[in-house]
């Protein structure tokens, strides 16, 4: 019953990373760093609970936050593919725009500066190990099914050789006709869609947004991405990695058999150690951070 419960828990930290991990390997595959996954999916997070609070619907929240990742991906997209800016720079401006917009908003609609009004979400009942709300949330097998979506977009699909292609070579794949900077903004685009659904699965989840809910979780997404080699599926091996981690961390909090700063400590100290054992042999995509596309 207790790994039950424990495997349960893993799954629904997990499913945010999985929604991130599967849309920034999208993006760095096709050569884009993918350093505002924070920001989609904090953008996601707040656009989920406005959409449902006006509306009372979780569906049209899911959109919602689909669109606002969108949108916060193709202003990345624009700056770095239109205007060759600096893919770290612009990524980090991204994530910084995205918590004023959301700290600005979040006062102007709800007269808050830390969280929002309650909103429904999915309706689930649980159980004793909690896989019964789990399996009752659309969003956890969206969350699943995105990562053998993208797998199979990537090695299946005629686009996705085209985004591995301009991932690896731009001015090859350009020289026979691949249009370097349409996949790059179709995978950007794509990765802020997937990201923003991470986003409000965190938010419809606890029914509410606060301020900075994220918490860090778009950098975890993006460290799971190297750490998986830049391929979905270990990408989501080391996504339910960092989220046992993660609950572990929870349930030493409960026990008080170590200081809670250590304990707090394990997932980031798990991520720092995983990434420098396995950085040096991983092999990044070629053009990856490049600005030349022709």
């Known amino acids: 019953m207790i790994l ?59 959109l919602a936050a689909i669109g606002g990742g969108a949108a916060l991906s193709m202003l990345y997209a624009v ?62 097998w969206m969350g699943v099914l995105c990562i053998v979506g993208v797998a199979w977009l990537l090695y299946r699909t005629p686009f996705g050789l085209r ?46 947004f606060t301020d900075g809910m994220t918490a860090g979780r778009g950098f975890i997404a993006l460290a799971a991405i190297i750490f998986g080699r830049w391929d979905p599926k270990r990408a989501a091996l080391a996504c339910l990695l960092f989220a046992a981690a993660e609950t572990l961390q929870i349930r030493l909090q409960g026990t008080q058999a170590l200081p809670s700063q250590f304990v707090e400590m394990i997932p980031y100290v798990l991520t720092i150690v995983a990434l420098a054992g396995v950085v040096g042999r991983a092999v990044a995509p070629t053009a990856l951070g490049r600005t030349t596309t022709e």
């Open 4 to 62: 039950l419960a424990f495997l349960a828990q893993t799954l629904r930290i997990a499913i945010p990373y999985l929604f991130a991990a599967a849309g920034g390997t999208l993006s760095e595959r096709a050569g884009l760093i993918a350093l505002a996954l924070e920001g989609y999916m904090l953008g996601g997070a707040f656009c989920a609970v406005v959409a449902s609070h006006y509306t009372e619907s979780a569906w049209i929240g899911i």
């Open 79 to 140: 700056c770095t593919i239109r205007f060759r800016a600096d893919q770290v720079v612009v990524g980090i401006a991204i994530n910084l725009l995205a918590i004023g917009l959301t700290r600005f908003f979040l006062r102007l609609l709800f007269d808050s500066s830390s969280n929002s009004p309650r909103v429904a979400g999915f309706q689930v009942e649980g159980s004793g190990t909690g896989f019964g709300a789990l399996v009752q949330n659309p969003l956890v």
């Open 163 to 208: 985004i591995r292609a301009v991932g690896e070579h731009p001015i090859a794949a350009a020289s026979v006709g691949v249009p370097v900077a349409r996949v790059r903004y179709i995978a950007v685009a794509l990765s802020g869609m997937l990201a923003g659904l991470g986003g409000a699965y965190l938010s419809l989840d606890q029914h509410q």
